[in-house]
């Protein structure tokens, strides 16, 4: 799932660990500085947390991308499970082209009219993270006690150890997590007392001594059978308000939310000028209002997985074999030989893991810089502590952490139906947590949006929706704000069959409130040239946006 937090929680919103996204470049829209380049793009920000969950006739995969930012012992996260899963390593590549594929894209064409002159311008269960960091006296193990959990698997997964814990009271549960390390949040035992009664047991994830934050890699948790679950009731401890949740499921046909509302957006809404930027707020107002009440998502994409690039996730030239049998000197020329080292633009890592794997097994000497070290690693042979260096065991964790996970990945993309949801949620929210359900015969949801920006001489401008809709300017040529009009366009409630039951439907609401607006705003003659300060007002306003770094604005409530 996706979820902000501020430290050490993944899984669903509550990942301590903020979770890694690939950040979309930004193009630059025509809007209001009416150019000529025809179609500008703006993707939407992707910043939160992810999950993606694999629905398989059998078992849930839950993938968690975790990305934490402070000291590697005080990494800590407790996520409840309804059956002792299999734990290993995901893919952040994976986790890369999934966004990247996917992210919702606003498209503004700008076209003038010809009166204008040319120089106008049980499965997986509810996964939660507990803000949990590692305490620096850690003892181990301590004494069994009388309200302790049972202590069912121990064992490392990459740079991760985990326990699985089951049964036991919340005293003896956080009794058990204080005497190995954890440290717990005032409000946590409250919460984890609610999960022991619905029958969880949890599993409890710490770095490994001396591993750094950049070996922290995504976790795959897998159970059998079930539906896919976000783990939210923990979350709220360190959430902040608003928070990010996106959630990606991989299967044969749409997913949606069992328990939750579907909400379909007011596009009227959108900022078109600076395409999508106030994306979120959007989502934000609309998951908010009166029949969705906070508890909704929203579907970003529902379709062919084809459209996620497999480039990046796994190369065939990697093989871990031969590192497992080189000295230090010959560690540069194997990497580049496989692509883990590549100058074709910039020398650097092709994979997010690989730096801290060979600064685990190969230290950089020091007042060196690691990729100058790792291109010529016999640039620095007098400097090398040759005893440090282990090739099988790094050649064995090159095939536990990148090259087997990545193989992992590109199975998964065989699965034929992707979904990706979004919504937003405050700590007061995080009370229930949502599960969701396959429902094959629902229509797909394009990711991609777009509008045409009409410039009229003789008349406000408008902005032409894909539906056909129209929206005319304001008396100062700007869109409007429509603030009375809903976010949501459609709430509705989603049956695991049937047809889709309507909470909300405020699509004719909204199209009598735009032909009124409309009508009030249109020039009925008259040449109103405002050439001068479209470019002026448009253009300068657009640039003084991007110099402040305005993003999207704060939730407003009703």
């Not at 005080?74 to 390593?89: G, K, Y």
């Not at 409130?513 to 050439?531: I, M, S, T, Y």
Request: charged share 20%.
């Amino acid at each position: 799932m996706a979820f902000r937090l501020p430290w050490t929680l993944p899984l669903a919103a509550c990942a301590a660990a903020l979770a890694h996204l690939a950040q979309p470049s930004v193009a630059h829209a025509c809007g209001g500085t009416f150019c000529d380049a025809g179609p500008q793009a703006m993707p939407v920000d992707q910043t939160g947390e992810n999950i993606l969950f694999v629905v398989g006739p059998e078992s849930v995969e839950a993938h968690v991308q975790i990305q934490y930012q402070g000291n590697p012992e005080q990494f800590a996260w407790v996520v409840p499970v309804m059956a002792v899963p299999e734990v290993e390593i995901g893919s952040d590549p994976l986790f890369d082209n999934l966004l990247t594929a996917t992210v919702p894209t606003f498209i503004l064409d700008t076209q003038r009219e010809d009166n204008c002159n040319d120089n106008s311008g049980g499965g997986f269960g509810c996964a939660a993270v507990a803000d949990l960091a590692l305490s620096s006296d850690s003892e181990g193990i301590g004494e069994d006690h009388d309200n302790s959990p049972t202590v069912l698997v121990q064992d490392t997964v990459g740079a991760f150890e985990y326990a699985v814990l089951e049964g036991g009271t919340v005293e003896g549960v956080t009794q058990w997590l204080d005497e190995n390390g954890y440290a717990q949040d005032d409000e946590a035992p409250a919460i984890l007392g609610e999960y022991l009664d619905e029958g969880f047991s949890f599993v409890a994830f710490k770095l490994v001594a001396g591993a750094g934050v950049d070996e922290i890699h995504p976790v795959i948790l897998r159970t059998p059978g079930g539906e896919p679950c976000v783990p939210l009731r923990l979350t709220r401890i360190a959430a902040k308000e608003d928070m990010g949740i996106r959630t990606f499921f991989l299967g044969d046909g749409r997913v949606v939310p069992t328990n939750y509302s579907h909400v379909e957006i007011n596009p009227l809404h959108i900022d078109w000028l600076i395409p999508g930027s106030n994306y979120e707020e959007v989502v934000t107002r609309a998951v908010d209002e009166p029949g969705a009440s906070g508890r909704a998502f929203v579907t970003e994409y529902a379709g062919t997985s084809q459209t996620v690039s497999p480039d990046g996730i796994h190369s065939e030239r990697w093989n871990s074999a031969p590192f497992s049998e080189i000295g230090p000197n010959q560690l540069s020329r194997v990497l580049q030989d496989q692509g883990f080292l590549d100058c074709t633009f910039e020398c650097g890592f092709t994979h997010p893991l690989i730096q801290g794997l060979l600064e685990t097994y190969l230290p950089v000497p020091p007042n060196v810089d690691p990729v100058e070290f790792y291109m010529c690693t016999e640039c620095f042979s007098d400097f090398i502590d040759e005893e440090r260096w282990e090739p099988s065991e790094f050649a064995a964790a090159l095939e536990e952490r990148v090259i087997g996970p990545a193989e992992h990945a590109l199975d998964l993309l065989e699965l034929p139906y992707l979904t990706r949801m979004y919504t937003t949620m405050s700590p007061h929210e995080m009370t229930v947590d949502p599960l969701f359900h396959t429902r094959a015969d629902l229509p797909e949801v394009s990711n991609q949006f777009s509008a045409t920006r009409i410039i009229d001489c003789e008349g406000p401008d408008s902005i032409i929706l894909e539906d056909g809709r129209e929206i005319v300017f304001d008396e100062l040529d700007r869109q409007p704000d429509f603030e009375d009009m809903p976010y949501s366009a459609v709430i509705e409630r989603i049956p695991e069959q049937g047809a889709p039951i309507l909470t909300v439907d405020s699509r004719d609401a909204i199209n009598d409130a735009l032909e009124d607006w409309n009508d009030d705003h249109r020039v009925a003659d008259g040449c109103n040239c405002r050439v001068t300060r479209h470019t002026f007002e448009g253009g300068s306003t657009m640039m003084l946006m991007v110099l402040l770094g305005l993003r999207a604005r704060r939730r407003r409530r009703d």
